[in-house]
């Protein structure tokens, strides 16, 4: 049986997830092999959950009533969960209003990419300069992103690195696994799989999906770090429970060649199943294709009880993917 031969990076371009807590629920384009390129990848959407002691709706309502600028970005986050972007605009605004940095950030990410409005990219930019400059880590990586991608701006590798450089001192975990992925492609900066691990390991402690899952593609492939299958493994694992799409097609390649764990087909079938459903267009292809490959090994009843444990794993996930 012929599988895929190798382990993805995040595949997710940064021009398409921006900063904060969560992932863009953007379309990604096909992925590329990790041992030739690792893709640019960035957990920076801006779209994350409310942290801190879980509110009510109602209750952040009411703080909102009363001016809080917190509850106002976190009632426009929960907005955004539930695809409603003009009213999820709409509370970013009102949260600018009262003096909110990061509103902006999160009201130029739904600019940049259309959602709930006209998509405009310059107006993005500016809304992003103007947060970056009162301090917002968000606002740089996405600067980086764009810079990165020729978004609002004319493309310039330079002032992307620049602006992600500012991002990571000021602690963003998404311009750190961005910088990484330049280091490890050797985009912009000479290839450095050292300090690309480095990146992704101070992202992943900062709890990003796509640094773990890019961590475990380092450790499986000796890029920077000793090459470790089971701490690969173990990398997927934690990145998929931190949202990581990617990480569920490289457990399911980890299982189907038996590399740091123990080989089964079944295992394989299920998270490949699982990267099908939440992976969008980046992953559908290659996972579609190690299901086709795997098919020969699995029976029908036992495909019948991997769809309906793959659709409730799914379901009980919904809010991370």
């Not at 089971?230 to 997927?236: D, P, R």
């Amino acid at each position: 049986m012929t599988l895929l031969r190798r382990l993805l990076l995040v595949t997710t371009p940064a021009a398409l997830m921006f900063a904060a807590a969560g992932n863009a629920q953007e379309t990604a384009p096909a992925a590329k092999p990790a041992a030739s390129e690792a893709q640019t990848a960035s957990p920076a959407d801006p779209q994350g959950k409310p942290q801190g002691k879980p509110q009510s709706k109602a209750e952040l309502e009411q703080l909102a009533k009363d001016g809080n600028a917190d509850a106002m970005v976190k009632l426009g986050v929960l907005a955004d969960a539930r695809r409603e972007h003009s009213n999820a605009a709409e509370w970013y605004r009102r949260a600018m209003s009262a003096g909110s940095v990061n509103a902006g950030t999160k009201l130029g990410f739904l600019l940049a990419n259309g959602r709930g409005m006209s998509r405009d990219e310059k107006a993005a930019v500016e809304l992003y300069m103007d947060a970056a400059a009162k301090g917002d880590p968000d606002a740089m990586a996405n600067l980086g992103v764009m810079h990165a991608n020729g978004r609002g701006v004319p493309l310039n590798l330079d002032e992307a690195i620049a602006w992600y450089r500012k991002g990571v001192d000021a602690g963003s975990a998404a311009a750190m696994v961005n910088l990484g992925s330049m280091y490890a492609n050797g985009k912009g900066v000479k290839q450095d799989d050292a300090e690309a691990a480095k990146l992704f390991g101070m992202a992943a402690g900062r709890g990003s999906g796509e640094a773990m899952s890019n961590l475990g593609v380092i450790y499986a492939n000796g890029r920077g770090v000793t090459k470790d299958d089971t701490k690969a493994v173990a990398w997927y694992r934690k990145a998929i429970e931190s949202g990581s799409r990617e990480a569920a097609l490289n457990l399911a390649l980890a299982y189907a060649k038996g590399q740091g764990i123990e080989q089964s087909y079944t295992e394989a079938y299920f998270w490949a199943s699982v990267a099908r459903e939440i992976g969008g267009g980046a992953l559908k292809e290659p996972a579609t294709k190690l299901l086709a490959r795997l098919d020969p090994n699995i029976d029908a009843a036992t495909r019948a009880q991997i769809r309906t444990r793959t659709t409730e794993w799914v379901a009980t996930r919904a809010s991370q993917y």
